[in-house]
């Protein structure tokens, strides 16, 4: 790979996406597009990249969702779809939720390199999206030692 | 004033009602967002609400509050933690609809008790402790960094390097 990978940074709004953004100097140097479930945090995430003397990233917009709400659900799968297709991400870090599971399953059909990161919120528990997105990206990780096993998600440390 | 935050997806009455009648009684202001409501949802009588604030005024709600009230989420202890600020938390409780699974009992069983990070176990125990938090603040004692642990930013970093 080159030096500078295009990264996507895809998580939904609320502490998925606040976890997500604490990772941010590991994609210094990258080409960084995030995408999240709300319009509201663009300046933030111009800021931020700024703050550490980067290029302002791309940011998208993807339809929210939550479990009720299966046709927005298929929207959102639609949108996360069409944005890979367009960015084609080298790799994709993702926090979450059902954002995140959609971009590791589509992005991996599209020769991306996937990784997951369990919320730090699943302490006892993996939770339903990273038990089906986990396994199926290039790297699992969770946030707490004591879920961490063979075949099952590594730990590397915690956002906090 | 006390800052009320139940996250942006979900209602959580019980919450809200228990804060709103402490509210009916108490001298310091509360504001609360409330989160999506139904139009089954409580809606409270006693403090400013909002279902939604946009990023820039949550912020400055964290920062001008003495106490954050809140759901066991993580949105809301990073947060807390960063502005440090006293949170006293009430996890969601999938038993009684309020969330997909159990997991905020274990985030507050977890973060309980680290240095400005209270639990109530359930909502009867929130009016003594809102009493207490307020006659007797107690907020963390360093503010979060910034960004996750230097370890695993190094992991993600090797992964997306390849």
């Known amino acids: ?160 | 004033m006390i800052f009320l935050t139940v996250g942006t997806q979900e209602p959580f009455d019980r919450l809200v009602r228990a804060v709103d009648q402490w509210a009916a009684t108490a001298t310091m202001p509360v504001f609360g967002q409330l989160g999506a409501l139904t139009p089954a949802s409580y809606r409270p009588a006693h403090m400013e609400w909002a279902e939604f604030l946009p990023a820039r005024l949550y912020e400055e709600k964290v920062a001008a509050c003495r106490l954050m009230v809140a759901h066991a989420g993580m949105g809301s202890i990073i947060s807390a933690l960063t502005a440090m600020k006293p949170l006293l938390m009430l996890p969601r409780r999938a038993s009684l609809g309020e969330h997909r699974n159990e997991h905020q009992l274990a985030t507050a069983e977890k973060f309980a008790g680290r240095p400005g990070l209270h639990v109530a176990a359930d909502e009867r125990e929130l009016p003594a402790l809102l009493d207490r938090l307020l006659a007797a603040p107690e907020a963390p004692e360093a503010a979060l960094s910034a960004t996750a642990s230097p370890e695993l930013i190094a992991a993600v970093r090797r992964f997306i390097l390849g």
């Open chain 1, 1 to 160: 790979m080159s030096g500078s990978p295009r990264v996507l940074a895809v998580a939904s709004a609320g502490g998925h996406w606040i976890q997500l953004l604490r990772l941010a100097p590991a994609w210094d140097g990258c080409e960084v597009a995030y995408a999240t479930t709300s319009a509201d945090f663009r300046d933030h995430v111009a800021r931020l990249a700024a703050s550490r003397g980067q290029p302002a990233p791309g940011y998208h917009v993807l339809t929210d969702a939550n479990r009720w709400q299966k046709l927005r659900l298929l929207r959102q799968a639609v949108e996360v779809l069409l944005l890979l297709l367009r960015l084609r991400p080298d790799v994709i870090v993702t926090t979450g939720a059902s954002v995140g599971y959609f971009a590791i399953r589509f992005g991996r059909l599209l020769g991306a390199r996937t990784l997951w990161l369990d919320s730090i919120a699943n302490a006892k528990e993996l939770s339903l999206s990273g038990a089906r997105a986990g396994p199926i990206a290039h790297l699992w990780l969770t946030q707490w030692p004591e879920l961490a096993r063979p075949g099952g998600p590594r730990y590397e440390g915690q956002v906090l």
